[in-house]
């Protein structure tokens, strides 16, 4: 009776530890507790099409880069192709990143397959392929949250796919529809991705959409807030953002979505502290980058990681 007890035992133990580790949080839940946090200091960080300097931007290899530095959020830009499969591409053609010549939605994948990789300046890396939208939602399954970027049209197709993968909660979107629109869409579906409104604060259109936010009293994840200058117009925009529960969301890729404030002004220009530091006292915990260990470095400096 004794040893049978022991043995009762230790199944018990193990049951115990299996469920333990079963519980046990994924970076990329970690990531979404997060972004879902209005009050957390830790500052996101979305890289842009993976590490394109060092691999094929929009591919897995990229992807693994961008993991291993510790980033957030991987942004990737879809294209369909003729026979229907959403690939990673931000051209509408494919010259710039493959060694074929035409339109992504003139190839079937088949086709598409059979060209090469280029690297940012512009040379062939034999063996390597277009990825499509599975490989990287497979590779970046609980491990790290994607930004689906010029994605919205595929919302369906998109949805399908993730489900089918067990990865929606881990995609997020971003646009400039009303948001009626984006409500209809999202009563369509039992589940969805997360959505962001992008503001361009210094635009009519887009103060018009930031002011149709406000008044319908929806509280977003976050707002993308683009200016070409900072000045009053923009911290009024990042004050309300945040007093109203949002996170703020600020692109620092090209100074025209930043008023100045970007990455190579940073790493080459001004310094971090001026830039980077500049955009965190609007109030930031979100930032698209495309220099993400260097930005990922001077966060965890000053204590916001």
Not at 102 to 124: A, N, P
């Amino acid at each position: 009776m004794k040893k049978m007890q022991i043995v009762s035992l230790l199944a018990l133990a193990v049951l115990s530890i299996g469920c333990t580790s079963a519980k046990k949080e994924t970076n990329a839940a970690r990531i979404i507790r997060e972004i879902e946090n209005p009050k957390s200091n830790y500052v996101v960080v979305i890289s842009h099409r993976g590490d394109w300097r060092n691999f094929p931007e929009n591919s897995v290899d990229a992807i693994e880069s961008v993991i291993r530095m510790g980033v957030d959020i991987m942004e990737l830009d879809l294209k369909l192709t003729k026979d229907s499969v959403l690939v990673l591409m931000h051209d509408k053609t494919i010259d710039r990143t493959t060694t074929g010549k035409g339109k992504v939605s003139d190839f079937t994948l088949d086709s598409l397959m059979t060209f090469e990789r280029k690297s940012m300046h512009g040379v062939r890396i034999p063996g390597t392929h277009v990825t499509t939208l599975e490989e990287a939602l497979i590779a970046c399954k609980d491990r790290i949250v994607v930004n689906v970027d010029q994605g919205y049209e595929y919302y369906d197709l998109v949805l399908k796919l993730s489900d089918s993968l067990g990865v929606t909660e881990q995609l997020l979107i971003k646009g400039k529809r009303p948001a009626a629109d984006v409500r209809a869409k999202m009563a369509e579906h039992e589940r969805n991705m997360m959505y962001m409104p992008i503001i361009d604060i210094q635009k009519p259109a887009g103060k018009a959409l930031f002011d149709e936010y406000m008044e319908s009293g929806e509280v977003p994840l976050a707002y993308e807030v683009c200016f070409a200058e900072l000045d009053s117009t923009v911290t009024d925009c990042a004050a309300k953002v945040i007093e109203t529960g949002s996170k703020l969301w600020v692109n620092t890729l090209w100074g025209s979505l930043c008023g100045g404030y970007d990455d190579d002004n940073a790493f080459t220009g001004a310094g971090p502290d001026e830039v980077y530091g500049k955009i965190l006292s609007l109030g930031t915990s979100m930032i698209q980058t495309d220099r993400p260990e260097f930005l990922i470095s001077y966060l965890k400096k000053h204590g916001r990681r």
